[in-house]
Structure formats: structure tokens, C-alpha cells
């Protein structure tokens, strides 16, 4: 019986994958800003009810809020991206260094930006989460490649691969990269049901849960056509860097 290949672009499907990351970009940013620089102004708390202002409903907490939860979509979307670029990269090695290179890029204009100063292990940035993630699906990889040739039995490779999971989510989670060991849950989520894609959303949301305004997120996920779209690879590398700087100068010019 031939296996039916449910991640096969259908009659709807019209985001490409550089669309995805355009509305990845685009709600991180939202997010972003309201993380890095509406949360340090003055007046940015939940007991300030004064408007915007006259005649506006929303407070500039109430700006915050609603700026964090649009930015909760980013992050499912650049999961899934990841995966998809597991299955497609010519090589996962080059992919892994490239996040790496870029991880260490941006660790100080993510502590600028959230931390307010140059070096702070209290948190670390995304690419660090990405980076175990795509780690992650590699050794998942290589352990079922040495389950086959090995002949082991169905118990020792679940165990396996149980193990190389709870080690990623683990080292995440101890080193406080952005999302944590749940960011790995997803992208693990995203794997294991690479071939399927509304059950990787269903169980991908469900995972979240505790994020309940990623769910437009999952919504654009089964729209992916599999297609490349624009042609702007490193561009969307850069711009996590890069609009950290911006917002962090940004903040420091609004509290002069």
C-alpha cells in the first residue's frame, strides 16, 4: 500500500515559505517592541488607567498586551520552519553552524534590548532554542539510522530516542534559551509529524496551550505550499540581530 503524503500542497495552499517568515518577522517584531520598549516606559502597569489618549480605550499596558499576544504567532511558525528546513537543507551541518554563528550574533542585542546590559546569562536568545532543536532532530536521526542497521528492538529505540529528547529539552530549559525545553517540545512535535501536518498543528497547539494566542500560528500552517517564495535567506538571519539593536536605541532615546 502506498503511504498517502498528507503534507502535499493542496488547491488552498498559498504560503510560501518566505511568507511564513514574513509573518513570523513581522508579529516578532510587534512582540518585540512591546517587550523591549513599552514595558520600560513610564506608566506601563496594570494599575495606570490612564489612555493613550483622550477618547482612546487602551491603556499603554493595555498596548503591551495586546503587542505580546500578536507576537506569540512568531514562534510556532519559525518551529515548523526549522523542520521543514531539516527535511530540504543540503546540509544539516552548514544549517546548524549558520545558527550557531547567528546565536552568538545576537546574544548581545538580546541582552540590550531585554536585559539592559551587554552580557547576562539570565536569559538566552531564540537562535540558541532553534539551534538545540535542529541538534535534536539530527541525533533523532542518526538514532534511527543505527536502530535500522542494528536491528534494535521497538523498546531500546523509543527509549533512544526519549532520552536524546529529554536531554535537549534539558539543556534548554538549564540554559534558559528563549521558550525553553518547550520550544524543543514543538519542533520535536513538528519531527514526528513531518507527514502530516494538520495532526503536527493539532498537537503542536495543543502543546501550547499555555500560549493560547499562538493559535493563528496554526491556522497559517496548513497553507504551506512547500515553495520557496522570495529569495531573501540571509535577510531574515540579520533581521533578528539587527532590529534588537534598533529597539534597544530606540528604548534608551524614549527614557531620555
Request: charged share 10%; hydrophobic share 50%; net charge positive.
Amino acid at each position: 500500500m502506498n503511504e498517502t503524503n498528507l503534507t502535499a500542497p493542496g488547491k488552498y495552499c498559498f504560503l510560501s515559505s518566505s511568507s511564513l517568515k514574513i509573518i513570523a518577522m513581522l508579529t516578532m517584531l510587534l512582540d518585540h517592541i512591546g517587550a523591549a520598549v513599552l514595558y520600560n516606559l513610564p506608566g506601563c502597569t496594570l494599575q495606570n488607567t490612564a489612555a493613550l489618549w483622550t477618547g482612546c480605550p487602551i491603556t499603554l499596558y493595555g498596548l503591551y498586551r495586546i503587542l505580546r499576544n500578536i507576537g506569540r504567532i512568531s514562534f510556532p511558525i519559525y518551529c515548523f520552519l526549522l523542520a521543514e528546513g531539516f527535511f530540504h537543507t543540503k546540509s544539516k551541518k552548514k544549517y546548524a553552524f549558520r545558527l550557531f554563528l547567528f546565536a552568538l550574533i545576537s546574544e548581545i542585542p538580546f541582552n540590550l534590548a531585554f536585559l539592559n546590559a551587554p552580557f547576562s546569562f539570565q536569559m538566552q536568545n531564540v537562535f540558541f532554542t532553534l539551534l538545540f532543536g535542529l541538534l535534536c532532530m539530527m541525533a533523532l536521526d542518526k538514532q534511527k539510522q543505527l536502530a535500522l542497521s542494528k536491528s534494535f528492538s521497538p523498546n531500546v529505540q523509543t527509549s533512544n530516542s526519549l532520552f536524546i529528547i529529554l536531554f535537549f529539552i534539558g539543556l534548554a530549559t538549564m540554559l534558559k534559551t528563549d521558550y525553553y525545553g518547550a520550544g524543543i517540545i514543538l519542533i520535536v512535535i513538528f519531527y514526528y509529524y513531518h507527514n502530516n501536518r494538520k495532526m503536527a498543528c493539532i498537537i503542536g497547539y495543543l502543546s501550547f496551550l499555555w500560549e493560547p494566542f499562538c493559535f493563528p500560528a496554526f491556522l497559517c500552517l496548513p497553507f504551506y505550499n512547500g515553495k520557496k517564495g522570495l529569495s531573501m535567506k540571509y535577510f531574515f538571519y540579520f533581521f533578528y540581530p539587527v532590529h534588537l539593536l534598533f529597539l534597544y536605541f530606540l528604548k534608551i532615546y524614549l527614557l531620555k
